[in-house]
């Protein structure tokens, strides 16, 4: 089976997009989800955003309460 490489939005060192972070990327999420999250101010354009372990966990925090209330929906 063949793998694509995934590119991260202007991240070719392979950092977290998030300021003044500068962890190795751990997951990638889109980026409308995360321009919801106040806490989070991520820099470069595209459609994701590559984020490390710490920033991710913030991100979860965030939205836990919306995605409780997706999951009400199914």
Known sequence: MKRREISFSN???GSCDSTNCNNPIKRSV?????????DLKVE???????LCQECYRIFRKST???REMESFGR
């Open 11 to 13: 991240t070719s060192d």
């Open 30 to 38: 889109s980026r409308k989800k995360v321009d919801l999250v106040s």
């Open 44 to 50: 470069g354009t595209g459609k994701k955003v590559g």
């Open 64 to 66: 836990k309460k919306e």
